[in-house]
């Protein structure tokens, strides 16, 4: 999976600028329009205002750098980095010249659609390859990612129900195809080594005798070792996630039996998700209770986990609190604002988890 995706040369992600929107293979709520990312610049900048220091303390931060930061991981080719700024410019010009724009980014490649978008801002905007390069306990303000930890890579594992135990999928070739195999387990370790705080079998007792053979579960230590690695660069603020996600419980249902993992092409979902490797997104929901347990051992507070209907919506009603709202919703505005909260759109799909230190 880090390979279809993430492959220098031939990674889906490398490839292609434009994969989503729609001429892509799927919808973010970036490609729906500018909307999305000034609702989030409007909530970065109150929260932002709050890590701000005394003024005797700003001088002498200011001396080391910008004194707060807005940092944003996966970012693609910008675009909502953009929108962010964009506003933030325009309604909060104060606050724009204090604050410094991180993009992590990895991929030379992405850097550099990055840095096209993003040309009109200079060097408000600063790019680092990892959130620890030299940054650790560093950032006051706001790290977040929309649409990264679910295309991070996973382990799979199904459920053997005569012999009662969980085992892992690997990828094997067949006549010149990838295809599934059962791993086999090592002798001194029935299961994988997996680092995570949800696992497959941890299960209750009583919920395994209702699964069906070959129910499939996901686990993916990478994002939350991501998720520890951001808290840990995070002095003052909140980190904030927006993904398709679920809470642990609710992998258990008779509709998963498949697991969440999925390719996409052409904003049709793939059930071979082994196919056309490189030439297809491939995605599995976040498991957020592992994510959330990740934050709160790193020493973060969760303040909300909630849908982005539900955090979009509270935006909004402060953004256009005493104005008339039909007459800011109008035409291609109130379609984005519908794609982007209505519970068939993107409302109900993605969640939004935000936590928090040293407020």
């Not at 459920?159 to 002798?187: C, H, I, S, Y």
């Not at 002095?235 to 999925?262: N, Q, W």
Request: glycine share 8%; proline share 5%.
């Amino acid at each position: 999976m880090e390979l279809a995706l993430y492959c220098p040369v031939y990674g889906y992600y490398e490839r292609e600028r434009d994969t989503s929107g729609k001429c892509g293979d799927f919808y973010t709520s970036v490609s729906v329009g500018s909307l999305f990312g000034e609702l989030l610049a409007f909530q970065f900048a109150e929260w932002v205002s709050e890590c701000e220091k005394p003024n005797a303390e700003r001088a002498a931060r200011s001396e080391a750098g910008a004194e707060l930061q807005l940092v944003e991981a996966g970012a693609h080719d910008g675009r909502l980095a953009a929108d962010i700024l964009g506003w933030l410019r325009k309604h909060r010009p104060e606050l724009f010249q204090r604050l410094e724009y991180w993009l992590v980014e990895p991929s030379q490649r992405r850097q550099e659609w990055q840095k096209e978008t993003l040309a009109e801002f200079g060097n408000k905007v600063r790019w680092l390859p990892s959130l620890l390069a030299g940054e650790s306990g560093r950032v006051r303000g706001v790290i977040f990612s929309n649409e990264l930890l679910d295309a991070l890579p996973v382990h799979r594992f199904g459920w053997d129900a005569n012999q009662r135990a969980w085992f892992e999928w690997g990828v094997t070739m067949q006549d010149g195809l990838f295809a599934w195999a059962r791993l086999k387990p090592e002798a001194d370790s029935p299961m994988p080594q997996v680092q995570t705080s949800i696992l497959p079998w941890q299960v209750p007792h009583e919920l395994l005798e209702l699964l069906p053979d070959g129910f499939t579960m996901e686990v993916c230590p990478a994002a939350e070792s991501w998720w520890r690695e951001a808290a840990n660069a995070l002095e003052c603020g909140r980190l904030l996630t927006i993904d398709y996600g679920l809470a642990a419980e609710e992998f258990l249902a008779p509709e998963r039996k498949e697991g969440t993992l999925r390719a996409y092409s052409q904003h049709r979902p793939v059930s071979e998700v082994l196919s056309r490797p490189g030439e297809q997104d491939i995605t599995a929901h976040v498991n957020f209770t592992g994510i959330l347990a990740a934050g709160e051992s790193a020493g973060l507070k969760t303040e909300d986990f909630v849908t982005q209907e539900q955090f979009l919506t509270r935006i909004a009603a402060r953004v256009w609190k005493g104005k008339d709202a039909s007459a800011e919703l109008i035409g291609a505005r109130a379609r984005e604002f519908q794609t982007l909260t209505h519970p068939e759109h993107l409302g109900r799909p993605f969640r939004v988890l935000v936590q928090s230190r040293g407020l």
